[in-house]
């Protein structure tokens, strides 16, 4: 599956933001999706992840309350809806994809397709 990433920008600290993630390929609809997120010098780190169907959900604690994944398999995309957006939340996002089953992914390694990124900026 290829992914695109898009939605970033520049917004306040409190703003909210809804990224998405086009997917290509027959496999979208039974893969796990997941988003990540990196800063300059350090290491990529999870955000959330859903399952092929969407019924299950895992989210990286720093954004539980304020970030929610879904997918939409018609439409062969995965958003990333940001609330209460944080400067700390400043980084290049990426989703990626799994094409096994469901259990709860939050490594890295866990997925074989990624997207190119999009920038989000949080200014204070």
């Known amino acids: 599956v290829q992914l695109q990433a898009s939605g970033g920008g520049l917004v306040q600290a409190g703003d909210s933001l809804r990224l998405s993630c086009a997917a290509s390929g027959r496999t979208f609809s039974s893969s796990v999706m997941g988003w990540f997120r990196q800063t300059p010098g350090k290491e990529r780190e999870f955000v959330a992840a859903l399952s092929w169907r969407g019924y299950s959900t895992t989210y990286a604690d720093f954004v539980k309350g304020r970030f929610t994944i879904s997918r939409d398999n018609v439409r062969n995309t995965v958003y990333l809806q940001m609330n209460s957006l944080k400067p700390e939340d400043t980084a290049v996002y990426y989703c990626?994809?799994?094409?096994?089953?469901?259990?709860?992914?939050?490594?890295?390694?866990?997925?074989?397709?990624w997207g190119q990124g999009t920038q989000v900026t949080v200014s204070s």
């Open positions: 990626a994809a799994d094409q096994r089953p469901w259990r709860t992914q939050t490594a890295q390694a866990d997925f074989g397709s």
